[in-house]
DNA sequence: ATTGGCACTCACGGCCTCGGAGTGCCAACT
DNA sequence: AGTTGGCACTCCGAGGCCGTGAGTGCCAAT
């Protein structure tokens, strides 16, 4: 009963600083939410959640506001996530079906993003499905050390040290080689996987275990996020915030100047297939102590292809933020699928 | 002598607030900068520069400031530009050679600029280099007619009607497409002039003026902005301007956030090869009433290429801008050149 | 456990004052 | 004519001083 209304009290405070940015005194909250008791209890059950940390006082004498624990538990334990509107839902199917190619679903998704959300969006976007293997080279370091280089088309070059089980001998190195080049070489990084799925299997039984080695690291250089990039959209919004943004907003911009920033962000995803939000110091980017991060996954066919989300205060909309990741990520999902 | 003096009355006042921010007044001024003449005599000149419109107070009693028309003058008649010190090109030399390939050249340039500016900075950077003609095809509309289309490997798909002088017969169309099929299919944007260079001297003297047509359609095709993409950078220092940025900073931030708008800037430069200037409302972005755009173009070989250019507040460091836009873009020049 | 009452606190907005920087004008000087 | 010093005037902005009101914590009563 009595952890019941906390609870509602706590959602009371998120809801309504998270409209009006400002404190929530315990007046303003019965008669705004219709909690069927008096301000004073309410003032009760502030002072609790203050003494377990969720909420604070700006300075004595105003109303109370949300502390990043307040807001974890808020998104933990509170929000139901609200469906997007079929009105919204038919907009982004339009929206995004009209795309011409990768480049452009990448610049309409955080478009559409920015806009549903009113916040920053960023979509990272792996340059895999764009690059080709121009040259794949394999060198005897040792007997057993065999050094891979994978030449990109856009001019990069990768390294790879493979270490074997066994020693190799010229001629399978020499003939691996020449295989491996004519199997892959001009292939997209993207249909690599497809045109190495049998590959070993032309093998000798006894070398597939060494090809399969490195098969694999081939693989893992191809999949990795090498040239990976982050499109950014709706930094404005971050401007939105007026002096009312703890602090100035120069260091988020900063950070999100930062393509390596981005990623840690965009990269940091749990393991779970859902959301993840992280809220203020929570992300371990100083810069961003005052913001939350909103992320999900993306993908095409059954591997998933790389992340999406928007970063805001954490006096954001929640609920809302994390709907609407969900749902444009399904949508590039299922866009690009289709192509 | 007069008007020498004005004109360094003015140079004085834009050098003041460019660095303050802060409307700068008779007595200032003479202590700041040894002008030999007392406050009243500047306050005459003042007095005039302002009936031109060259500089404006904002309030009765206050110092003043320049207008972009005084902006305009300085630009135009007083900057020498300063070139940079040794130290900032040899930086600039280490930083970009280390380029791995065309993104990361782009990505580093924009830092750069940023960073030499302590501004937005804006690259334009053309994937013509990175796309390549997928298939194209010649379809007889009308007896002089035709529509050519061209898919670009991206996805994208290019059309354009062509009107002939004379009428086409279905044989010339069908080799013109076959040998242009053949010529071209494949082939990176980049190489298609050379590829078509001699390609109409090979047919009947009396075709040659269609397929001249043609080709030259589709090198109009092909060396058009079609799938251009601008990188942006160091939006940050445009906090830095905090309430002193006239109006917020929102506006602004929207319009770079709209690859369009970003396009037009870097378009609209002016035919000579140098630095081209545009301040506060000479932009026709309404958005950017507030700020000056410094642009540059940057070419591989002897074909332009693209532009690059910086986004401030008009109270920027115009001399300083100019160079550092300058230097950039040649730098980026040398380094496509050297690849 | 909840509630009404009460005294206390403190940020905020309005109001006023005052100093100082800056101006325009005018008369005097070169 | 151009330059200069003097002078009266304007007006922004910082600082100080309330009064108000929202909000709190505590306590006694239900």
């Known amino acids: 009963m009595v952890d019941d209304r906390r609870l ?57 506001v949300p502390t990043d624990l307040g807001y974890r538990l808020f998104v933990d334990r509170l929000t139901q996530v609200k469906p997007l509107s079929s009105a919204e839902r038919r907009a982004i199917q339009v929206f995004m079906e009209s ?22 969006a960023m979509v990272q976007y792996p340059s895999l499905a764009r690059s080709s293997v121009r040259h794949i080279e394999l060198i005897s370091l040792s007997s057993t050390r065999l050094m891979m ?98 602090l100035s907003i120069q260091p988020v911009l900063e950070a999100l100047d930062e393509q390596v920033v981005l990623m840690r962000l965009l990269g940091e995803v749990s393991s779970a297939g859902g959301v993840t939000v992280r809220i203020g ?20 066919g059954d591997q998933t292809v790389a992340s999406l989300g928007v970063v805001g205060p954490t006096h954001m909309d929640y609920a809302g933020a994390i709907s609407a990741v969900q749902a444009v990520a399904q949508y590039v999902t299922r866009i690009l699928d289709e192509q």
Request: with cysteine; aromatic share 4%; glycine share 6%.
């Open 99 to 120: 795309a011409v190619d990768l480049d452009d679903i990448m610049v309409r998704t955080v478009k559409l993003l920015a806009q549903l959300t009113q916040q920053v």
């Open 281 to 300: 110091h929570e992300n371990d980017v100083e810069a961003l102590e005052a913001t939350s991060v909103v992320t999900g996954r993306y993908s095409r």
């Open 149 to 246: 280089v994978l030449i990109v088309d856009t001019g990069r070059v990768e390294q790879r040290v493979i270490e074997c089980a066994a020693p190799i001998s010229d001629q399978l190195l020499a003939d691996l080689r020449a295989r491996l080049i004519s199997t892959v070489s001009g292939k997209p990084f993207s249909s690599v996987p497809e045109v190495l799925a049998r590959f070993a299997e032309s093998f000798a039984p006894e070398d597939q275990g060494l090809v399969g080695t490195v098969v694999a690291t081939l693989l893992e250089a191809v999949t990795e996020r090498i040239d990976e990039r982050v499109v950014l959209g709706g930094t404005a919004h971050l401007a939105r915030y007026g002096e009312a943004f703890p």
């Open 8 to 64: 509602a009290v706590l959602r009371a405070i998120v809801d309504d600083y998270v409209a009006t940015h400002e404190p929530v005194g315990s007046k303003a909250l019965v008669e705004r939410h219709n909690l069927g008791v008096s301000p004073a209890t309410i003032r009760n059950d502030m002072a609790a959640l203050e003494d377990e940390g969720f909420i604070t006082q700006p300075h004595t004498s105003a109303g109370r």
